[in-house]
Antibody
């Protein structure tokens, strides 16, 4: 069974850094694109970027280029989403998902507030 | 690729059909011949769940009252007889190019 299990909710202050994770199992991690989706409160879904763990090819939506970093650790079949300096506007639910939306993590709620 | 869904809200009577349209700003036919257009359903407080992939293929366990159709840049999700558990927001998504979603269509019971 394919599973994507995300790290827990986070509460951070503006300017702080953060890395959230998505641990996968049940499929060959290196053979499929996986990415991150943002859902702001009461809003729709937005793809932020995707990574191919096999060769670390990473692509970002223009809206998120330079704002976040997506990475993957093949040895533990885990994808990451990293911010260097959070803003209040980063408050949202973040999902990892395999490209095409075939499987989804449970979501990680990130709250950024002073 | 911009995905445009209509309607954005759809009040439906239980047992009646519902239909959601999704149009893409360019053809979704991939160079490998496949069209990577899917439909997702999201209930409040839950992650989205894939219902349909590659235009018309139902994911295992999805009731057969859900069907997808279309080609090129024009696609439709149909629910033959709406049930109470079908409420929520439906999104079309393409992964022929860098993935994108439609704005979402909220299905509610009249």
């Amino acid at each position: 069974e394919v599973q994507l299990v995300q790290s827990g909710a986070e509460v951070k202050k503006p300017g702080e850094s953060l890395k959230i994770s998505c641990k996968t199992s049940g499929y060959r991690f290196t053979s499929y694109w996986i990415g991150w989706v943002r859902q702001m409160p009461g809003k729709g879904l937005e793809w932020m970027g995707i990574i191919y763990p096999g060769d670390s090819d990473t692509r970002y939506s223009p809206s998120f280029q330079g704002q976040v970093t997506i990475s993957a650790d093949k040895s533990i079949s885990t994808a990451y989403l990293h911010w260097n300096s959070l803003k209040a506007s980063d408050t949202a639910m973040y999902y990892c998902a395999r490209n095409g939306g075939t499987q989804w993590g449970q979501g990680t709620l990130v709250t950024v507030s002073s | 690729v911009v995905m445009t869904q209509t309607p954005l809200s759809s009040p439906v009577t239980l047992g009646q059909p519902a239909s959601i349209s999704c149009r893409s700003s360019q053809s979704l036919v991939h160079s490998d011949g496949n069209t990577y257009l899917g439909w997702l359903h999201q209930r409040p407080g839950q992650p989205p769940r894939l219902l349909i992939y590659r235009i018309s293929n139902r994911v295992s366990g999805v009731p057969d009252r859900f069907s997808g159709s279309g080609a090129g840049s024009d696609f439709t999700l149909r629910i033959s007889r709406v049930e109470a558990e079908d409420v929520g927001v439906y999104y079309c998504t393409q992964s022929t190019q860098f993935p994108t979603f439609g704005q979402g269509t909220r299905l509610e019971i009249k």
